[in-house]
């Protein structure tokens, strides 16, 4: 994730998270979060800056299995 192209000039969720939403990865609202996984494995294509209706849908389902996997769920992993 840290070389993913999410659009011109934006390479990584850091970079994207600046770009499209004006905050560090680490600050980023679920909705926000999930907008910028929904739209890999091909972010040229679904683009972030226009979210078709398809990626909106998409990132719906990830919110969805984030409320699932709970807040604490990355924190867990980040410790091992």
Do not use: C, T
């Amino acid at each position: 994730l840290l070389f993913a192209q999410f659009g011109p000039h934006a390479y990584g969720v850091g970079a994207a998270s600046w770009r499209y939403f004006d905050r560090p990865a680490g600050a980023l609202k679920d909705r926000e979060a999930a907008l910028l996984a929904a739209v890999l494995p091909n972010p040229i294509r679904f683009r972030l800056a226009a979210p078709s209706a398809y990626v909106k849908s998409r990132a719906a389902r990830i919110r969805g299995q984030m409320r699932q996997l709970g807040k604490g769920y990355l924190e867990q992993l980040s410790s091992k």
